[in-house]
């Protein structure tokens, strides 16, 4: 793994996400395909095709960057912030559609993470990290 | 667009995800980074790779079950819910790497859906819906 | 994993792909970036970037088509072709930029799939299909 | 789009493909699915997903490498090359199965991209070259 030198940290404690409850963002998802009468066509596998979709535009917008950062072009960040919204958006339906409690499903997974990365095993260090 | 005949619809509105600030999220996921030291390994691209590895466990999970629903089989439940988690751990991630508040962004990008699909032209309608 | 009932064959045996030399397609793609002096921008993560972008423009063209057949809508045929074509061909530059003969690659993982799923064992079941 | 400064030229003329005709991969491929009875789960998008899924893999094995090259770990070659297979593989059935010649489909797509990226225009230069 390498690190990345003249890795401009972009990231700032001090410049937190708005706060937002997740379940009204559930709510909000789910009724904007309600009013349209959307569900129909949100089954799992076409909402997961619309995910990787997304995924792919925000790909493409840093295909050429190669390790630069910030890797996302000055004239690409606002269609940036949007690609990574429509994938959220699309991921919370997904978790929605399918049943699951996307809250539950992060405390939970989060909580194994660090059984299985102790910090002072893991410190630093990228073994087995991508073994994950 | 083909609806889903014999859809058995899973939405309840009643299965609301638990309450979570989005904001509390996110700095739960980078202090775990950050007590393992790991903000040096979380670069755009590093972590956009990242998340299309764990949204290509989703679609392992999914891959041959047609468009039954529930497509996730009945054993693979947990597993599915895993790697929504893991995708959207990654995200939160991604976004607050690269500068994203991904609050304002899902806001913002919702309302400018909601004017590009404007409820009584598309209701019921898939019309122009995958141009988006 | 659910069968395709309605399932519209397009598979006919006598609908083959035009014979062409899979070296000869890589000789083309890697004229086509050398005469453009373009190896300087075909890292590997570049690349796979590239096909990740491509992969998701197919999957935009299919993400509401739930399981009829074809999934493709006539519309689109043309333009799922040339994003088959376009993942084909940043598929064959990856793989030439790093170091994997495909013709070998291809032919070793068909012999291992052949021995890991005989058939006598997996005739017309999917047992374990999709733990490969 | 960033330069690879450093990057450590694994392109040689001198290191093709072995030679082999797309068309009787094509027909192995088949032939795979065939003698198992395969056909009936391989629909446009199980395919698409199965593609997704490979691709996932090869994503996660350079996923923390940054842009150094080689990309791919030492010790990952052997995978590496087995993923680009498995994609291969997938992608050659997915063309059989949708109605696409990929012979066809590439000739006519690399014959475009040359048309609408001239030499004289775009030698060494990434101008547009991320608006394809």
Partial sequence: MAKCPGWKRRYDPHMPFTN??????????????????WD??????????AVISEI???AEIVRWSGDREPAVP?????????ELADVFILLV??????GVDLTVAF??????AGE?????????S???YDEG
Avoid: M
């Fill in 40 to 49: 129909q066509f949100h089954s799992t596998r076409n909402l997961l095709l």
């Fill in 107 to 112: 405390a939970d997974k989060l909580r194994r």
């Fill in 20 to 37: 937002r409850d997740l379940e009204s963002i559930r709510q909000d998802v789910a009724a904007f395909a309600r009013d349209r009468d």
């Fill in 56 to 58: 792919g535009e925000a």
């Fill in 93 to 98: 339906r997904l978790a929605d559609r399918s």
């Fill in 74 to 82: 000055a004239d690409k960040q606002q269609a940036w912030a949007d």
């Fill in 126 to 128: 990228n073994r087995k």
């Fill in 116 to 124: 299985k990365y102790p910090v002072e095993q893991f410190k630093g």
